[in-house]
Protein backbone atom coordinates (compact mmCIF):
# COMPACT_ATOMS: atom_id res chain seq x y z
CA UNK A 1 0.00 0.00 0.00
CA UNK A 2 1.35 3.71 -0.90
CA UNK A 3 1.92 5.72 2.10
CA UNK A 4 1.40 9.33 1.96
CA UNK A 5 1.76 12.78 3.66
CA UNK A 6 0.02 15.69 3.44
CA UNK A 7 2.01 18.98 4.68
CA UNK A 8 -0.79 22.19 4.48
CA UNK A 9 -3.78 19.78 4.67
CA UNK A 10 -6.39 22.17 5.78
CA UNK A 11 -5.11 24.98 3.09
CA UNK A 12 -6.65 25.03 -0.50
CA UNK A 13 -4.86 22.26 -2.38
CA UNK A 14 -4.75 20.63 0.76
CA UNK A 15 -8.18 19.58 0.96
CA UNK A 16 -8.27 19.46 -3.03
CA UNK A 17 -5.60 16.24 -2.59
CA UNK A 18 -7.59 14.93 0.46
CA UNK A 19 -10.37 15.29 -2.09
CA UNK A 20 -9.05 12.87 -4.35
CA UNK A 21 -7.23 10.50 -1.88
CA UNK A 22 -11.02 10.15 -0.62
CA UNK A 23 -12.55 8.97 -3.97
CA UNK A 24 -9.71 6.99 -4.47
CA UNK A 25 -10.36 4.98 -1.62
CA UNK A 26 -9.06 6.83 1.16
CA UNK A 27 -7.18 4.73 4.25
CA UNK A 28 -8.44 1.50 2.46
CA UNK A 29 -6.06 2.54 -0.46
CA UNK A 30 -3.55 4.63 1.13
CA UNK A 31 -1.59 4.70 4.45
CA UNK A 32 -1.56 7.52 5.49
CA UNK A 33 1.55 8.95 7.71
CA UNK A 34 1.51 12.64 8.31
CA UNK A 35 -1.26 15.46 8.08
CA UNK A 36 -0.30 19.04 9.36
CA UNK A 37 -2.40 21.85 9.31
CA UNK A 38 -1.92 25.18 10.71
CA UNK A 39 -5.20 27.56 12.64
CA UNK A 40 -8.47 24.97 11.62
CA UNK A 41 -7.68 22.30 14.12
CA UNK A 42 -11.56 20.84 14.11
CA UNK A 43 -11.13 20.69 9.81
CA UNK A 44 -7.27 19.01 10.70
CA UNK A 45 -8.84 16.29 13.44
CA UNK A 46 -11.30 15.23 11.06
CA UNK A 47 -9.24 14.76 8.22
CA UNK A 48 -6.50 12.61 10.50
CA UNK A 49 -9.67 10.80 11.53
CA UNK A 50 -11.14 9.92 8.20
CA UNK A 51 -7.73 8.99 6.74
CA UNK A 52 -6.33 6.94 9.98
CA UNK A 53 -3.38 9.12 9.84
CA UNK A 54 -0.17 8.01 11.95
CA UNK A 55 0.07 11.55 13.45
CA UNK A 56 -1.89 15.15 12.96
CA UNK A 57 0.80 18.13 13.79
CA UNK A 58 -0.37 21.92 13.93
CA UNK A 59 1.48 24.88 13.93
CA UNK A 60 0.91 26.40 16.81
CA UNK A 61 1.55 24.84 20.15
CA UNK A 62 -0.99 27.27 21.59
CA UNK A 63 -3.46 24.72 19.34
CA UNK A 64 -2.18 21.17 20.76
CA UNK A 65 -4.58 20.77 23.78
CA UNK A 66 -7.22 21.05 21.42
CA UNK A 67 -6.39 19.05 18.88
CA UNK A 68 -5.59 16.40 21.86
CA UNK A 69 -8.99 17.00 22.80
CA UNK A 70 -10.64 16.55 19.56
CA UNK A 71 -8.49 13.40 18.55
CA UNK A 72 -9.40 11.47 21.92
CA UNK A 73 -9.35 7.44 21.46
CA UNK A 74 -8.25 7.83 17.43
CA UNK A 75 -4.99 6.47 17.80
CA UNK A 76 -3.83 9.58 15.82
CA UNK A 77 -0.76 10.77 17.74
CA UNK A 78 -0.86 14.41 17.73
CA UNK A 79 2.46 17.14 18.13
CA UNK A 80 2.64 21.08 17.66
CA UNK A 81 5.32 23.60 16.20
CA UNK A 82 7.73 24.05 13.25
CA UNK A 83 9.84 21.44 14.27
CA UNK A 84 6.92 18.92 15.05
CA UNK A 85 6.38 19.56 11.40
CA UNK A 86 9.68 18.98 10.24
CA UNK A 87 9.96 15.63 12.16
CA UNK A 88 6.79 14.44 10.59
CA UNK A 89 8.56 15.13 7.34
CA UNK A 90 11.19 12.64 8.91
CA UNK A 91 8.70 10.07 8.37
CA UNK A 92 9.26 8.16 5.46
CA UNK A 93 6.45 8.17 2.70
CA UNK A 94 6.45 7.56 -0.41
CA UNK A 95 4.41 10.62 -1.95
CA UNK A 96 4.30 13.57 0.12
CA UNK A 97 2.36 16.82 -0.63
CA UNK A 98 4.39 19.92 0.28
CA UNK A 99 1.00 22.28 0.12
CA UNK A 100 1.89 24.81 3.41
CA UNK A 101 1.81 28.33 2.04
CA UNK A 102 5.18 30.89 2.30
CA UNK A 103 8.37 30.01 3.51
CA UNK A 104 6.87 28.05 6.50
CA UNK A 105 6.64 25.27 3.64
CA UNK A 106 10.82 25.24 2.92
CA UNK A 107 12.09 22.78 5.94
CA UNK A 108 9.85 20.19 5.40
CA UNK A 109 9.79 19.74 2.20
CA UNK A 110 13.16 19.29 2.41
CA UNK A 111 13.36 16.96 5.50
CA UNK A 112 10.94 14.48 2.94
CA UNK A 113 13.57 14.79 0.07
CA UNK A 114 16.01 13.15 2.45
CA UNK A 115 14.02 9.67 3.17
CA UNK A 116 13.53 9.32 -1.16
CA UNK A 117 9.91 10.25 -0.88
CA UNK A 118 8.06 11.53 -4.56
CA UNK A 119 7.45 15.43 -3.64
CA UNK A 120 4.37 16.74 -5.14
CA UNK A 121 5.56 20.25 -4.92
CA UNK A 122 2.83 23.02 -4.72
CA UNK A 123 4.84 25.33 -2.43
CA UNK A 124 6.37 27.22 -5.07
CA UNK A 125 8.52 29.50 -2.73
CA UNK A 126 10.67 26.46 -1.52
CA UNK A 127 11.98 26.98 -5.22
CA UNK A 128 12.00 30.85 -5.25
CA UNK A 129 13.78 30.98 -2.60
CA UNK A 130 16.25 27.95 -2.29
CA UNK A 131 15.53 26.01 -5.85
CA UNK A 132 19.41 25.18 -6.43
CA UNK A 133 19.43 23.80 -3.34
CA UNK A 134 16.15 21.77 -3.42
CA UNK A 135 17.13 20.10 -6.80
CA UNK A 136 20.43 18.76 -5.50
CA UNK A 137 18.82 17.51 -2.26
CA UNK A 138 16.78 15.42 -4.26
CA UNK A 139 19.38 14.26 -6.42
CA UNK A 140 21.14 13.32 -3.80
CA UNK A 141 18.54 10.87 -2.33
CA UNK A 142 17.22 9.94 -5.48
CA UNK A 143 14.18 11.79 -4.72
CA UNK A 144 11.74 13.05 -7.43
CA UNK A 145 10.22 16.38 -7.41
CA UNK A 146 6.93 16.93 -9.49
CA UNK A 147 5.22 20.20 -9.85
CA UNK A 148 1.69 20.77 -8.46
CA UNK A 149 1.49 24.53 -9.59
CA UNK A 150 -0.35 24.06 -13.08
CA UNK A 151 1.63 25.95 -14.67
CA UNK A 152 4.52 24.07 -14.00
CA UNK A 153 2.60 20.72 -14.22
CA UNK A 154 0.98 21.59 -17.79
CA UNK A 155 4.95 22.77 -18.77
CA UNK A 156 6.53 19.28 -17.30
CA UNK A 157 3.31 17.38 -19.37
CA UNK A 158 4.16 19.31 -22.67
CA UNK A 159 7.78 18.18 -21.78
CA UNK A 160 7.31 14.70 -21.29
CA UNK A 161 9.35 12.63 -23.86
CA UNK A 162 10.93 15.74 -25.46
CA UNK A 163 14.82 16.49 -24.65
CA UNK A 164 14.68 19.91 -22.49
CA UNK A 165 18.21 21.04 -24.68
CA UNK A 166 15.03 21.56 -27.77
CA UNK A 167 13.18 24.10 -26.21
CA UNK A 168 13.28 27.36 -27.25
CA UNK A 169 10.60 29.51 -24.99
CA UNK A 170 7.74 28.67 -22.09
CA UNK A 171 5.54 30.94 -22.36
CA UNK A 172 3.22 30.95 -19.01
CA UNK A 173 -0.32 31.86 -18.99
CA UNK A 174 -1.25 34.20 -16.61
CA UNK A 175 -5.35 34.92 -15.95
CA UNK A 176 -3.98 38.95 -15.29
CA UNK A 177 -5.90 38.54 -12.25
CA UNK A 178 -9.01 40.59 -10.48
CA UNK A 179 -7.78 43.67 -11.71
CA UNK A 180 -6.55 43.23 -14.58
CA UNK A 181 -8.95 45.63 -16.62
CA UNK A 182 -8.88 48.93 -14.23
CA UNK A 183 -7.77 51.72 -15.31
CA UNK A 184 -4.37 52.00 -14.02
CA UNK A 185 -4.46 54.95 -12.09
CA UNK A 186 -7.27 53.62 -10.01
CA UNK A 187 -5.49 50.56 -8.83
CA UNK A 188 -3.67 52.13 -6.01
CA UNK A 189 -6.99 52.68 -4.01
CA UNK A 190 -7.70 48.70 -4.83
CA UNK A 191 -9.40 46.90 -1.47
CA UNK A 192 -8.93 43.78 -0.39
CA UNK A 193 -11.83 42.59 -1.15
CA UNK A 194 -12.03 44.06 -5.15
CA UNK A 195 -8.36 42.37 -5.25
CA UNK A 196 -9.94 38.66 -4.06
CA UNK A 197 -12.15 38.65 -7.06
CA UNK A 198 -10.22 36.23 -8.98
CA UNK A 199 -12.09 35.86 -12.38
CA UNK A 200 -11.23 31.84 -12.71
CA UNK A 201 -10.08 29.90 -10.11
CA UNK A 202 -10.79 29.84 -6.74
CA UNK A 203 -7.29 29.69 -4.31
CA UNK A 204 -6.41 30.41 -0.90
CA UNK A 205 -6.90 34.01 -0.03
CA UNK A 206 -2.74 34.79 -0.05
CA UNK A 207 -2.38 33.08 -3.37
CA UNK A 208 -5.66 35.37 -5.01
CA UNK A 209 -4.26 38.46 -4.43
CA UNK A 210 -0.59 37.77 -5.72
CA UNK A 211 -2.82 37.09 -8.39
CA UNK A 212 -3.67 40.18 -8.88
CA UNK A 213 -0.41 41.63 -8.25
CA UNK A 214 1.17 39.44 -10.40
CA UNK A 215 3.46 38.22 -7.74
CA UNK A 216 2.24 34.87 -7.86
CA UNK A 217 3.58 35.23 -11.62
CA UNK A 218 6.22 36.61 -10.90
CA UNK A 219 6.76 33.68 -8.19
CA UNK A 220 6.09 31.24 -10.92
CA UNK A 221 8.59 32.70 -13.26
CA UNK A 222 11.46 32.11 -11.32
CA UNK A 223 10.01 28.77 -10.66
CA UNK A 224 10.52 27.83 -14.09
CA UNK A 225 13.84 29.12 -14.31
CA UNK A 226 14.92 26.89 -11.53
CA UNK A 227 12.54 24.08 -11.63
CA UNK A 228 13.79 23.36 -15.79
CA UNK A 229 17.07 25.39 -15.73
CA UNK A 230 16.29 27.27 -18.69
CA UNK A 231 17.43 31.01 -18.74
CA UNK A 232 15.52 33.81 -17.59
CA UNK A 233 15.22 35.27 -21.12
CA UNK A 234 13.82 31.34 -21.92
CA UNK A 235 10.60 32.47 -19.79
CA UNK A 236 7.67 34.84 -20.99
CA UNK A 237 4.26 35.47 -19.56
CA UNK A 238 1.01 35.75 -21.71
CA UNK A 239 -2.26 37.12 -20.18
CA UNK A 240 -5.04 34.71 -21.15
CA UNK A 241 -8.19 35.53 -19.69
CA UNK A 242 -10.05 32.35 -19.65
CA UNK A 243 -7.04 30.56 -18.25
CA UNK A 244 -7.95 27.27 -20.27
CA UNK A 245 -3.99 26.71 -21.39
CA UNK A 246 -2.46 26.37 -17.91
CA UNK A 247 1.06 27.43 -19.99
CA UNK A 248 3.54 26.38 -23.50
CA UNK A 249 6.25 25.22 -24.21
CA UNK A 250 8.44 26.18 -27.85
CA UNK A 251 10.70 24.39 -29.18
CA UNK A 252 13.41 25.03 -31.74
CA UNK A 253 11.22 24.13 -34.86
CA UNK A 254 8.82 26.60 -34.10
CA UNK A 255 5.92 24.11 -32.62
CA UNK A 256 4.17 25.15 -29.50
CA UNK A 257 3.02 22.64 -27.35
CA UNK A 258 -0.08 24.11 -25.04
CA UNK A 259 -1.44 22.01 -21.82
CA UNK A 260 -5.46 22.96 -21.62
CA UNK A 261 -7.60 21.85 -19.35
CA UNK A 262 -10.22 23.18 -17.10
CA UNK A 263 -8.90 25.87 -14.39
CA UNK A 264 -9.12 22.76 -11.56
CA UNK A 265 -6.15 22.49 -9.45
CA UNK A 266 -7.45 18.81 -9.03
CA UNK A 267 -5.79 17.80 -12.16
CA UNK A 268 -1.88 19.09 -11.87
CA UNK A 269 -2.76 17.60 -7.95
CA UNK A 270 -3.69 14.51 -9.52
CA UNK A 271 -1.56 14.27 -12.31
CA UNK A 272 1.39 14.13 -9.54
CA UNK A 273 -0.65 11.55 -7.03
CA UNK A 274 -0.68 9.31 -10.12
CA UNK A 275 2.02 9.84 -11.76
CA UNK A 276 3.42 8.15 -14.31
CA UNK A 277 -0.03 7.12 -15.25
CA UNK A 278 -2.67 9.03 -15.91
CA UNK A 279 -5.90 8.01 -14.23
CA UNK A 280 -9.45 9.50 -14.15
CA UNK A 281 -9.63 12.28 -12.66
CA UNK A 282 -12.85 14.11 -11.48
CA UNK A 283 -12.63 17.42 -13.68
CA UNK A 284 -15.05 18.99 -15.72
CA UNK A 285 -14.40 18.43 -19.69
CA UNK A 286 -14.13 21.07 -21.84
CA UNK A 287 -16.49 21.76 -24.55
CA UNK A 288 -14.53 23.73 -27.00
CA UNK A 289 -17.42 24.61 -29.74
CA UNK A 290 -18.70 26.39 -26.25
CA UNK A 291 -15.26 27.49 -25.37
CA UNK A 292 -15.00 29.21 -28.86
CA UNK A 293 -12.34 31.75 -28.40
CA UNK A 294 -9.12 31.81 -26.73
CA UNK A 295 -7.87 35.19 -26.03
CA UNK A 296 -4.05 36.10 -25.42
CA UNK A 297 -2.16 40.04 -24.60
CA UNK A 298 0.79 41.24 -23.49
CA UNK A 299 1.09 42.41 -19.60
CA UNK A 300 1.19 45.74 -19.63
CA UNK A 301 4.72 46.67 -17.46
CA UNK A 302 2.94 49.49 -15.39
CA UNK A 303 0.34 47.64 -13.97
CA UNK A 304 2.63 44.18 -13.11
CA UNK A 305 5.78 46.08 -11.28
CA UNK A 306 6.05 42.65 -9.96
CA UNK A 307 7.44 40.91 -13.11
CA UNK A 308 10.10 43.26 -14.03
CA UNK A 309 11.09 42.77 -10.29
CA UNK A 310 11.11 39.19 -10.98
CA UNK A 311 14.04 39.32 -13.92
CA UNK A 312 15.81 41.61 -11.18
CA UNK A 313 15.54 38.55 -9.16
CA UNK A 314 16.68 36.04 -11.54
CA UNK A 315 19.41 37.82 -12.73
CA UNK A 316 21.11 38.38 -9.11
CA UNK A 317 19.69 34.92 -7.89
CA UNK A 318 21.84 33.92 -4.99
CA UNK A 319 19.70 34.52 -1.78
CA UNK A 320 17.87 37.44 -3.78
CA UNK A 321 14.79 35.16 -4.50
CA UNK A 322 14.69 34.67 -0.80
CA UNK A 323 14.27 38.16 0.51
CA UNK A 324 11.84 39.13 -2.53
CA UNK A 325 9.74 36.21 -1.56
CA UNK A 326 9.94 37.38 2.40
CA UNK A 327 9.29 40.77 1.49
CA UNK A 328 6.51 39.84 -0.86
CA UNK A 329 5.05 37.83 2.13
CA UNK A 330 4.97 41.42 4.61
CA UNK A 331 4.12 43.25 1.97
CA UNK A 332 0.72 41.07 1.33
CA UNK A 333 0.25 41.04 4.98
CA UNK A 334 0.52 45.12 5.36
CA UNK A 335 -1.86 45.11 2.47
CA UNK A 336 -4.34 42.61 4.22
CA UNK A 337 -4.08 44.81 7.62
CA UNK A 338 -4.79 47.56 5.63
CA UNK A 339 -1.96 49.48 6.20
CA UNK A 340 -0.45 50.16 2.52
CA UNK A 341 -2.34 50.15 -0.49
CA UNK A 342 -2.10 47.52 -3.56
CA UNK A 343 0.31 49.75 -5.35
CA UNK A 344 2.26 49.80 -2.23
CA UNK A 345 3.17 45.99 -1.93
CA UNK A 346 5.71 46.18 -5.29
CA UNK A 347 7.03 49.30 -3.78
CA UNK A 348 7.85 47.35 -0.55
CA UNK A 349 9.55 44.79 -2.11
CA UNK A 350 11.48 46.68 -4.46
CA UNK A 351 12.83 48.99 -1.75
CA UNK A 352 13.92 45.39 0.91
CA UNK A 353 15.55 44.19 -2.05
CA UNK A 354 17.54 47.77 -2.35
CA UNK A 355 18.39 47.67 1.18
CA UNK A 356 19.37 44.09 0.97
CA UNK A 357 21.80 43.95 -1.25
CA UNK A 358 24.86 44.61 0.79
CA UNK A 359 23.64 41.31 3.01
CA UNK A 360 22.94 38.88 -0.05
CA UNK A 361 26.67 38.38 -0.71
CA UNK A 362 28.85 37.47 -3.56
CA UNK A 363 27.86 33.73 -4.74
CA UNK A 364 24.66 33.51 -7.48
CA UNK A 365 24.09 30.32 -5.65
CA UNK A 366 22.33 29.95 -2.37
CA UNK A 367 24.74 27.75 -0.97
CA UNK A 368 23.31 26.24 2.43
CA UNK A 369 19.70 26.39 3.84
CA UNK A 370 20.46 28.25 6.97
CA UNK A 371 21.45 30.97 4.68
CA UNK A 372 18.30 31.49 3.03
CA UNK A 373 16.33 30.90 6.03
CA UNK A 374 18.63 33.55 7.62
CA UNK A 375 18.02 35.96 4.76
CA UNK A 376 14.53 35.13 5.02
CA UNK A 377 14.23 36.62 8.78
CA UNK A 378 16.00 39.12 7.52
CA UNK A 379 13.95 40.13 5.06
CA UNK A 380 10.56 39.95 6.96
CA UNK A 381 12.41 42.64 9.10
CA UNK A 382 13.60 45.01 6.67
CA UNK A 383 10.36 44.49 4.65
CA UNK A 384 8.30 45.37 7.79
CA UNK A 385 10.30 48.64 8.54
CA UNK A 386 9.81 49.65 5.06
CA UNK A 387 5.70 49.07 5.05
CA UNK A 388 5.48 50.95 8.19
CA UNK A 389 7.33 53.53 7.45
CA UNK A 390 5.02 53.80 4.05
CA UNK A 391 1.90 52.95 5.86
CA UNK A 392 2.80 55.93 7.95
CA UNK A 393 3.34 58.55 5.13
CA UNK A 394 0.24 57.73 3.56
P1 LIG B 1 -3.85 28.04 1.90
O1 LIG B 1 -3.59 29.30 2.60
O2 LIG B 1 -5.22 27.73 1.45
O3 LIG B 1 -3.36 26.81 2.81
C1 LIG B 1 -2.07 26.73 3.35
C2 LIG B 1 -1.90 25.58 4.32
O4 LIG B 1 -0.71 25.81 5.06
C3 LIG B 1 -3.02 25.45 5.36
O5 LIG B 1 -3.13 24.11 5.75
C4 LIG B 1 -2.48 26.30 6.50
O6 LIG B 1 -3.06 25.97 7.73
C5 LIG B 1 -1.02 25.92 6.46
N1 LIG B 1 -0.15 26.93 7.04
C6 LIG B 1 -0.21 28.27 6.90
N2 LIG B 1 0.80 28.86 7.55
C7 LIG B 1 1.53 27.87 8.13
C8 LIG B 1 2.70 27.83 8.94
N3 LIG B 1 3.33 28.96 9.29
N4 LIG B 1 3.16 26.64 9.33
C9 LIG B 1 2.54 25.50 8.99
N5 LIG B 1 1.43 25.47 8.23
C10 LIG B 1 0.93 26.64 7.80
O7 LIG B 1 -2.83 28.00 0.67
P2 LIG B 1 -3.01 27.29 -0.74
O8 LIG B 1 -3.71 28.19 -1.65
O9 LIG B 1 -3.49 25.88 -0.56
O10 LIG B 1 -1.50 27.26 -1.25
C11 LIG B 1 -0.54 26.35 -0.73
C12 LIG B 1 0.71 26.42 -1.60
O11 LIG B 1 0.38 25.98 -2.89
C13 LIG B 1 1.26 27.82 -1.76
O12 LIG B 1 2.66 27.76 -1.84
C14 LIG B 1 0.68 28.28 -3.08
O13 LIG B 1 1.49 29.24 -3.72
C15 LIG B 1 0.68 26.98 -3.85
N6 LIG B 1 -0.33 26.93 -4.91
C16 LIG B 1 -1.66 27.04 -4.61
C17 LIG B 1 -2.60 26.98 -5.61
C18 LIG B 1 -4.08 27.05 -5.33
O14 LIG B 1 -4.88 26.88 -6.23
N7 LIG B 1 -4.52 27.28 -4.11
C19 LIG B 1 -2.19 26.85 -6.94
C20 LIG B 1 -0.84 26.75 -7.22
C21 LIG B 1 0.09 26.78 -6.19
MG1 LIG C 1 0.07 28.73 -10.70
Not at 227 to 253: A, C, R
Not at 261 to 278: E, F, T, V
Not at 302 to 322: C, D, I, K, W
Request: charged share 20%; with cysteine.
Amino acid sequence: MRSISIFGATGSVGEQTFDLIQRAGGADAYRVVALTGGQNITRLADMARELRAEVAVCADASSLAELRDRLAGSGVETAAGPEAIAEAADRPADWVMSAIVGAAGLVPGFRALRHGATLALANKESLVTAGPLLLAEAAAHGATILPVDSEHSAIFQALTGEDIGAVERIILTASGGALRDWPLEALAKATVKEALAHPNWAMGQRITIDSASMFNKALEVIETREFFGVTPDQVEVIIHPESLIHSMVGFHDGAIMAHMGAPDMRHSIGYALNWPARDALPVARLDLAQVATLTFRAPEMARYPALRLAREVMARRGLAGAAFNAAKEIALDHFLAGGIGFMDMAGVVEDTLEALEPEMGRSNLPEALEDVVAMDHLARIRAGEIASQKARSR
